[in-house]
């Protein structure tokens, strides 16, 4: 921002915002008596505004941030943002500049680099085709940690889907980026449980309940309760030690299926909850 000043028919200008500095003009007045007069004018320059950028350098691809201007009173920033804070939601690296002017009007700028960090490149396998209930191992590389649909945590999981489900994992880095990966796994109803038989060896009851059951059996087996994508509910062992005798309390609503997963009984047992 400049000032002019004429005196004495002589125009002067200069700017008030030289960081620091005063500037002491002098001006001469040659009348026609021949007499020498002066006048001193002292100019206080004010300084430039330290304007800086505060947030977070180092972000994950995708990921919401907050950048805070400060040193100034109002802010433009690069886009047109007009208030001391931006949200940014970058997925590249990303240069940012605001532009702040103090109350004497005299302005300065500052820039930030945001660095995107590298999220994990998940590999799952097998997509593949398997029959109705049977069961199928799913793994995953590319990250340190997983969580998968259903909530398991290992980079191998098995599922026993009763129709084609997607599985979906999660899978983070050591820098805490993640990135979300699925695969997709058909099932055959020609081949699959369905055709197959009832548990001849187990009795549940009630069945349909209101999420509780008990189930009974002539002889050892170990069984699963799996759900209609699949996903592991629970696991039962029946034998001498507990009386071939087991149950399941607390479930959720829906259709769920008893399977045996040792193999020795081929077939499943339909379980509703309503």
């Not at 191992?137 to 290992?154: K, P």
């Not at 509910?233 to 008893?258: C, Q, V």
Request: hydrophobic share 40%; proline share 4%; glycine share 10%.
């Amino acid at each position: 921002m400049g000032h002019k000043l004429i005196h004495f028919g002589l125009f002067i200008k200069f700017n008030c915002c030289e960081s620091g500095r005063q500037h002491r003009l002098f001006c001469f007045d040659y009348p026609a008596n021949g007499c020498v007069g002066t006048s001193t004018l002292l100019l206080q320059v004010n300084p430039l505004p330290t304007v800086a950028i505060m947030g977070t350098q180092s972000i994950c691809p995708n990921t919401a941030a907050m950048l805070t201007g400060s040193g100034a009173i109002n802010y433009t920033w690069t886009g047109g943002v007009t208030t001391p804070t931006m949200a940014i939601t970058p997925s590249v690296n990303t240069s940012y500049t605001v532009y702040g002017a103090d109350a004497n009007g005299c302005a300065n700028s500052a820039s930030f680099n945001v660095v995107m960090l590298p999220a994990p490149k998940l590999t799952v396998s097998p997509s593949k085709t398997v029959c109705a209930g049977e069961n199928v191992l799913v793994s995953v590389t590319g990250a340190n940690s997983y969580v998968w649909t259903g909530g398991g945590t290992t980079a191998i999981q098995f599922f026993t889907p009763l129709s084609t489900t997607i599985y979906t994992v999660s899978g983070m880095g050591s820098n805490g980026c993640a990135t979300v990966a699925s695969v997709t796994v058909v099932t055959n109803a020609c081949l699959g449980i369905n055709e197959q038989s009832d548990i001849s060896a187990i009795e549940v009851f009630p069945n349909p309940s209101k999420g509780s059951f008990t189930i009974i059996s002539d002889s050892e087996i170990t069984l699963q309760l799996v759900d209609l994508k699949g996903i592991v509910i629970l696991d039962f062992k029946l034998n001498r030690a507990n009386n071939f005798t087991a149950g399941a309390t607390n479930l959720s609503e829906g259709l769920y299926f008893l399977i045996d997963s040792s193999g020795y009984f081929k077939g499943r047992k339909k379980i509703v909850v309503n």
